[in-house]
Protein backbone atom coordinates (compact mmCIF):
# COMPACT_ATOMS: atom_id res chain seq x y z
CA UNK A 1 0.00 0.00 0.00
CA UNK A 2 1.61 3.47 -0.84
CA UNK A 3 2.14 5.90 1.55
CA UNK A 4 -0.08 8.54 0.09
CA UNK A 5 -2.81 6.35 -0.10
CA UNK A 6 -2.40 5.28 4.01
CA UNK A 7 -2.04 9.19 4.64
CA UNK A 8 -5.58 10.22 3.06
CA UNK A 9 -7.02 6.92 5.11
CA UNK A 10 -6.14 8.47 8.28
CA UNK A 11 -7.28 12.17 6.94
CA UNK A 12 -10.62 10.21 5.94
CA UNK A 13 -10.46 8.98 9.57
CA UNK A 14 -9.98 12.02 11.80
CA UNK A 15 -12.24 13.81 9.15
CA UNK A 16 -15.52 11.09 10.22
CA UNK A 17 -14.48 11.35 13.68
CA UNK A 18 -17.69 12.11 15.67
CA UNK A 19 -17.64 15.68 17.07
CA UNK A 20 -18.69 16.13 20.77
CA UNK A 21 -21.93 17.19 22.08
CA UNK A 22 -20.32 20.52 22.91
CA UNK A 23 -18.97 20.75 19.20
CA UNK A 24 -22.53 19.77 17.70
CA UNK A 25 -24.03 22.64 19.66
CA UNK A 26 -21.22 25.30 19.11
CA UNK A 27 -21.65 24.49 15.46
CA UNK A 28 -25.63 25.20 15.34
CA UNK A 29 -25.59 27.79 17.49
CA UNK A 30 -22.13 29.94 16.89
CA UNK A 31 -21.67 32.07 20.30
CA UNK A 32 -18.91 34.67 20.76
CA UNK A 33 -17.26 34.89 24.05
CA UNK A 34 -19.50 36.64 26.88
CA UNK A 35 -17.69 39.89 27.77
CA UNK A 36 -19.85 42.48 29.13
CA UNK A 37 -22.97 43.06 31.33
CA UNK A 38 -25.44 43.23 28.69
CA UNK A 39 -24.25 39.75 27.28
CA UNK A 40 -24.89 37.86 30.93
CA UNK A 41 -28.13 39.79 31.30
CA UNK A 42 -29.07 38.70 27.70
CA UNK A 43 -28.14 35.06 28.07
CA UNK A 44 -29.67 34.56 31.05
CA UNK A 45 -32.85 36.29 30.06
CA UNK A 46 -32.85 33.52 27.28
CA UNK A 47 -33.80 31.34 29.84
CA UNK A 48 -37.46 30.71 31.67
CA UNK A 49 -37.45 31.89 35.18
CA UNK A 50 -39.43 29.73 37.62
CA UNK A 51 -40.36 31.18 40.87
CA UNK A 52 -39.58 28.68 43.96
CA UNK A 53 -42.92 28.48 44.47
CA UNK A 54 -43.41 26.79 40.86
CA UNK A 55 -40.64 23.93 41.12
CA UNK A 56 -41.79 20.63 40.68
CA UNK A 57 -42.03 18.56 43.99
CA UNK A 58 -39.41 16.08 42.63
CA UNK A 59 -37.15 18.81 43.01
CA UNK A 60 -37.76 20.43 46.13
CA UNK A 61 -37.90 16.34 47.67
CA UNK A 62 -34.49 15.88 46.16
CA UNK A 63 -32.60 18.81 46.95
CA UNK A 64 -34.55 20.36 50.54
CA UNK A 65 -36.55 17.11 51.35
CA UNK A 66 -37.14 18.63 54.95
CA UNK A 67 -37.56 22.19 53.75
CA UNK A 68 -35.24 23.60 56.01
CA UNK A 69 -34.45 26.86 53.60
CA UNK A 70 -37.71 27.09 52.15
CA UNK A 71 -37.66 30.61 53.57
CA UNK A 72 -34.74 31.85 52.56
CA UNK A 73 -35.27 30.51 48.99
CA UNK A 74 -38.83 31.22 48.87
CA UNK A 75 -38.16 34.46 47.14
CA UNK A 76 -36.18 33.56 44.39
CA UNK A 77 -36.47 32.75 40.83
CA UNK A 78 -34.04 29.72 39.05
CA UNK A 79 -33.63 29.37 35.73
CA UNK A 80 -34.84 26.23 33.50
CA UNK A 81 -31.84 24.71 31.78
CA UNK A 82 -32.66 21.53 29.42
CA UNK A 83 -31.16 19.43 27.03
CA UNK A 84 -28.17 20.91 25.65
CA UNK A 85 -28.91 24.75 26.50
CA UNK A 86 -25.81 23.45 29.37
CA UNK A 87 -23.38 24.24 26.87
CA UNK A 88 -24.33 27.87 26.30
CA UNK A 89 -21.63 30.73 27.23
CA UNK A 90 -22.86 32.56 29.95
CA UNK A 91 -19.70 34.70 31.03
CA UNK A 92 -16.49 34.36 29.20
CA UNK A 93 -15.99 31.21 27.33
CA UNK A 94 -17.58 29.30 30.61
CA UNK A 95 -20.71 27.34 30.16
CA UNK A 96 -24.04 27.51 32.00
CA UNK A 97 -23.21 23.74 32.54
CA UNK A 98 -19.82 25.10 34.41
CA UNK A 99 -22.08 26.56 37.14
CA UNK A 100 -24.64 23.85 37.78
CA UNK A 101 -24.86 21.50 40.71
CA UNK A 102 -23.58 18.35 39.62
CA UNK A 103 -26.28 16.10 40.96
CA UNK A 104 -29.16 13.53 39.64
CA UNK A 105 -30.59 15.96 37.36
CA UNK A 106 -27.50 16.84 35.77
CA UNK A 107 -26.47 12.95 35.08
CA UNK A 108 -29.58 12.12 33.57
CA UNK A 109 -30.31 15.34 31.13
CA UNK A 110 -26.53 14.88 30.14
CA UNK A 111 -27.09 10.75 29.59
CA UNK A 112 -29.84 11.78 26.88
CA UNK A 113 -29.63 15.63 26.23
CA UNK A 114 -32.48 15.18 23.22
CA UNK A 115 -34.77 14.29 26.07
CA UNK A 116 -34.25 17.66 27.38
CA UNK A 117 -34.97 16.75 30.86
CA UNK A 118 -35.17 19.65 32.89
CA UNK A 119 -32.25 21.33 35.76
CA UNK A 120 -32.97 24.40 37.62
CA UNK A 121 -30.20 26.73 38.41
CA UNK A 122 -29.88 29.38 40.66
CA UNK A 123 -27.50 32.21 40.58
CA UNK A 124 -26.90 35.98 41.46
CA UNK A 125 -26.30 38.13 38.52
CA UNK A 126 -24.16 39.95 41.10
CA UNK A 127 -21.49 37.25 41.67
CA UNK A 128 -21.34 36.91 37.76
CA UNK A 129 -20.39 40.62 37.27
CA UNK A 130 -17.66 39.93 39.73
CA UNK A 131 -15.83 37.18 37.85
CA UNK A 132 -16.41 39.26 34.71
CA UNK A 133 -14.48 41.96 36.35
CA UNK A 134 -12.28 39.46 37.08
CA UNK A 135 -11.75 38.44 32.97
CA UNK A 136 -11.11 42.39 32.41
CA UNK A 137 -8.42 42.82 35.32
CA UNK A 138 -6.29 40.30 34.02
CA UNK A 139 -6.53 40.83 30.44
CA UNK A 140 -5.76 44.75 31.42
CA UNK A 141 -2.72 43.39 33.14
CA UNK A 142 -1.43 41.35 30.74
CA UNK A 143 -2.04 37.82 32.61
CA UNK A 144 -4.68 35.36 30.78
CA UNK A 145 -8.07 36.49 31.23
CA UNK A 146 -8.77 32.68 31.35
CA UNK A 147 -6.15 31.83 33.73
CA UNK A 148 -9.17 29.90 36.11
CA UNK A 149 -11.57 27.45 35.95
CA UNK A 150 -14.76 26.99 37.78
CA UNK A 151 -14.58 24.13 40.31
CA UNK A 152 -18.38 24.91 41.41
CA UNK A 153 -21.24 27.24 42.00
CA UNK A 154 -25.06 26.62 42.77
CA UNK A 155 -24.70 23.86 45.00
CA UNK A 156 -28.52 22.98 46.31
CA UNK A 157 -29.04 22.01 50.53
CA UNK A 158 -28.67 18.28 49.52
CA UNK A 159 -25.73 18.85 47.61
CA UNK A 160 -24.00 21.26 49.75
CA UNK A 161 -24.69 18.69 52.58
CA UNK A 162 -22.74 15.75 50.74
CA UNK A 163 -19.69 17.90 50.25
CA UNK A 164 -19.27 19.10 53.36
CA UNK A 165 -20.17 22.86 52.72
CA UNK A 166 -20.62 25.57 55.39
CA UNK A 167 -24.18 25.13 57.21
CA UNK A 168 -25.12 28.04 55.61
CA UNK A 169 -23.50 28.15 52.35
CA UNK A 170 -23.78 31.00 50.03
CA UNK A 171 -23.72 28.53 47.18
CA UNK A 172 -26.93 27.03 48.34
CA UNK A 173 -28.38 30.78 46.99
CA UNK A 174 -26.40 30.87 43.76
CA UNK A 175 -24.14 33.79 45.40
CA UNK A 176 -20.72 32.16 45.27
CA UNK A 177 -18.08 30.74 42.61
CA UNK A 178 -15.12 28.38 43.84
CA UNK A 179 -12.56 28.69 41.44
CA UNK A 180 -9.22 26.74 40.24
CA UNK A 181 -6.10 28.07 40.20
CA UNK A 182 -4.36 27.85 36.23
CA UNK A 183 -1.35 29.20 34.67
CA UNK A 184 -2.58 33.08 35.36
CA UNK A 185 0.94 34.81 34.52
CA UNK A 186 1.74 32.50 31.42
CA UNK A 187 4.67 31.02 32.87
CA UNK A 188 3.85 28.01 31.84
CA UNK A 189 2.99 26.50 35.57
CA UNK A 190 0.30 26.70 37.72
CA UNK A 191 1.58 27.92 41.76
CA UNK A 192 1.05 30.02 44.17
CA UNK A 193 2.13 33.14 42.39
CA UNK A 194 -0.87 32.39 40.53
CA UNK A 195 -3.35 32.15 43.35
CA UNK A 196 -2.23 35.73 44.54
CA UNK A 197 -2.46 37.62 41.90
CA UNK A 198 -6.39 35.98 41.54
CA UNK A 199 -6.65 36.80 45.52
CA UNK A 200 -5.04 40.24 45.30
CA UNK A 201 -7.48 41.01 42.10
CA UNK A 202 -10.43 39.89 44.07
CA UNK A 203 -10.11 41.42 47.27
CA UNK A 204 -10.72 44.88 45.36
CA UNK A 205 -13.37 43.35 43.58
CA UNK A 206 -15.43 41.98 46.14
CA UNK A 207 -14.63 44.79 48.62
CA UNK A 208 -17.72 45.06 50.84
CA UNK A 209 -19.50 43.36 48.92
CA UNK A 210 -18.90 39.98 49.20
CA UNK A 211 -17.10 36.92 50.97
CA UNK A 212 -13.64 35.57 49.62
CA UNK A 213 -11.67 32.41 50.96
CA UNK A 214 -8.27 31.91 50.71
CA UNK A 215 -8.34 28.27 51.18
CA UNK A 216 -4.55 27.95 51.89
CA UNK A 217 -2.51 24.82 50.74
CA UNK A 218 -5.18 24.52 48.25
CA UNK A 219 -5.26 25.97 44.47
CA UNK A 220 -8.47 27.14 44.66
CA UNK A 221 -10.36 30.51 45.88
CA UNK A 222 -13.93 31.49 46.74
CA UNK A 223 -15.95 34.41 46.09
CA UNK A 224 -19.59 35.60 46.50
CA UNK A 225 -21.92 38.57 46.88
CA UNK A 226 -23.50 37.95 50.10
CA UNK A 227 -24.19 42.38 50.45
CA UNK A 228 -21.21 42.11 53.08
CA UNK A 229 -17.79 41.94 53.72
CA UNK A 230 -16.69 38.51 55.05
CA UNK A 231 -13.30 37.13 54.84
CA UNK A 232 -11.27 33.50 55.88
CA UNK A 233 -7.90 31.94 56.25
CA UNK A 234 -6.60 35.73 56.11
CA UNK A 235 -2.72 35.54 54.86
Known amino acids: MKPYYLLGLVLLVFSCKKLSEEQKFDKANPQPDVLNRAGIDSVLN ?5 PYAQLTEEYKDSTDPERKFEKELSSRSYYAISGDEIYT ?20 NLKNLGAKRMQFWLIDKEVL ?5 LIHRLDEQG ?25 YSQHMFGRAI ?4 DDVNKDGKSNL ?28 LHFDCRGHRARWDWP
Do not use: C, T, W
Open 46 to 50: SFEEI
Open 129 to 133: YMMLE
Open 178 to 181: DIGV
Open 193 to 220: DDKAILYDLLQDIVGNKGGLGLYPGQMS
Open 89 to 108: KVIGHYRVRDFLAKDYFYKQ
Open 143 to 167: YNPYGFHIRNSHRHPNKNKSVNGAK
